[in-house]
């Protein structure tokens, strides 16, 4: 018979012990551990005296395997400090939890050989879904990487959820969880203009980045709809990073351009942009207006506080979850939000708070 394993012994118990120093077969431990077989009241406190006495743990990986055991989700993020796709990953995370699901994270870095390598780490792990956070550029090797992600997961009985991310083409087993970006920055500059503003620099973003592309064409239908002149030499195309919103101000401003306004593609953006405005003795908003977009708590924290785009990044990620969720139960992704199939679309809209008054008058 199997003696106790204690903390010096080469390493742990295994079913087998269990089943041995109780006296009963391996199924029956697995029945009793897995709590989905009748078994009698007797052998289930014989096997757990056992299970406790050895200090048994279950190998929730193998089981996972086996279609059993604890569901878990992967978050794969391009960058884990940026403070909009963290909210989504808390989403997703605080979702999976009432569940009683695991999440894991892992970061990529923008490296598509590293989201690859992950992905396939994942799908060989069993996980019940990947969750890939963070915006991409929408040519076809994209939609062709992401299809083949999309079917190699399934096909292991996995799932992929694109969050924040172009929907892919066809018929492709994916889930993308969305929000009206293109609305969001209507709404924004729409704002500005009933401000009574014409002359807004922007800062939508990376050209060819699809989020970048939605605030632009946002912001182009605001100008129609008021009728003012849409100058393409106001825009500056650049990161998401404070050190974009800083340059691409403070270059304006030595350059001579005239502007009243500042449309910053997000909140991390509209603070560089701020103490360029500052740098060069203007006050915000009495001399120039800023807004931003996202609505991460920096926008409240920032001195004037922060006009901007509310995204509901938490509920985006709790949104993603339900779906990868409703579909092993057999329920489906049904329609969200006035989302259509397995492409789902929340709302976005203005906060409004102290960055932004009529421009001053000029001489």
Known sequence: MSQRKTSGDVGRATI???????GVSVASVSRVLSGNYPVSEELRRRVMKVVGDLDYVT???ARSLAGGGTPTVAILINNITGAAFAHVAKGVEGAATLRGWLSLVGTTGDDPERELALVNLMRQQG?????LLG??????????????FA???????SHLVLVGRPPLEGDVPATTVDY???????????????????RVLLLPGHAELTT???????????????GVPFDPGMVRHGPYDYEHGYEAVEESLKGGVDFTAVLAGTDVVAAGAMQALRAGGLRVPDDVSIVGYDDIPLASQLTPQLTTVHVPYEEMGRVALRAVADRREGGGTGRRRGSDGDHLVLGTHVVVRNSVRPPARRD
């Open 16 to 22: 087998r012990d269990v089943a041995e120093r109780a």
């Open 59 to 61: 190998n929730a990986h």
């Open 127 to 131: 996980v019940a879904a990947v969750v």
């Open 135 to 148: 915006g991409a550029y929408d040519v076809d090797e994209y939609q062709l990487r992401m299809a083949r």
């Open 151 to 157: 079917r190699s997961l399934d096909a292991a009985g």
């Open 180 to 198: 009206d970006n293109e609305g969001g920055a209507y709404a924004m500059a729409s704002h500005l203009l009933s401000a009574g503003h014409r």
């Open 212 to 226: 970048a592309q939605g605030r632009l064409r946002g912001a182009q239908r605001a100008f129609e709809a008021y």
